[in-house]
C-alpha cells in the first residue's frame, strides 16, 4: 500500500530520531525507534505506520506527497551581520504586518494562518507590477529590508516572538516581488523550536549562530 504526507504534516530526521510538525494540530511529535525507524528508511510497515502515524493524521494511505523529510536550503550568510549600508522600512507598514500576523495566529491558528499567507505569496508572485531584475538584485534588496526591519522593530510595543515577526518580515519582502521562505526548525535534548525567514541561502532575521543547531521541519 502506498502512504503519503497530507499537506499539514512535515517533518525532519535528527540523527534516529524524526519530529514532525502538525500545523492542524499545532503541535510537533517525536518519534523514536521502530517509528523512526519505519519513516527513515521510507519503509512503509502498514503495523507501525497504520496504529501510530495514520491514526495521529501525520500519514495518510495512498497517492501523494512523497514521504520525505522537508526540502530545504542551509544559510549560508545572515544580512544582519552584513556590513553593506543599513536599510529601511516604513515603520507603520511593520507595525501593521506584525499586529496582523499576532492576530492571526491567535485566532485562526498555524494552518488558516499559512494557508492565508501562502494566498499572499501567490498574489505577489502574480502582480506582474515589479520590472525584472537580477538575483544579485533581489539579495541585497532582502537584505536591505531584514536590516531595515531590525531597526524598526525597535520601536514597535510588542515582545519579540519569532512567529510573527518571521511573518511579519514576509509579508513586507513578498508585496515588493522579492520571495522568502518561512521555516520552522527544531533541536532536541532539550527540545526547543525557533522560526526564521530566508532568500535562498542569505538569513533574514538572524545571526548565523543562533540558527546553527536547528534543523528544518517545516517549509513555506
Known sequence: MDYHL???SSFAALGSRVVFLDVQADRYFLLRGTEASAVLEARPDATVWGASLISRDLLRAGPGNAVRPVSVVAPTSSALE???????????????????????????????????????????????????????ADRASAGRLARGFAQARIFVPAARLCVPDSMALA?????????ADLYFGVRLDPF?????????????????????????????
Open 171 to 179: 509579508r513586507s519582502l513578498w508585496r515588493r516581488g522579492i520571495d
Open 6 to 8: 497530507p499537506a499539514h
Open 82 to 136: 552584513s556590513p553593506d549600508v543599513e536599510g529601511r522600512l516604513p515603520f507603520p507598514e511593520l507595525a501593521y504586518f506584525r499586529a496582523e500576523a499576532s492576530l492571526l495566529l491567535r485566532l485562526a491558528g498555524l494552518r488558516s494562518t499559512f494557508d492565508r499567507l501562502r494566498r499572499h505569496r501567490r498574489r505577489s508572485a502574480r502582480s506582474g507590477h515589479r520590472e525584472a531584475v537580477s538575483a544579485c
Open 192 to 220: 526547543a523550536a525557533h522560526c526564521w525567514l530566508q532568500h535562498d541561502d542569505l538569513l533574514l532575521t538572524d545571526p548565523m549562530n543562533f540558527v546553527a543547531d536547528y534543523t528544518p521541519v517545516f517549509k513555506l
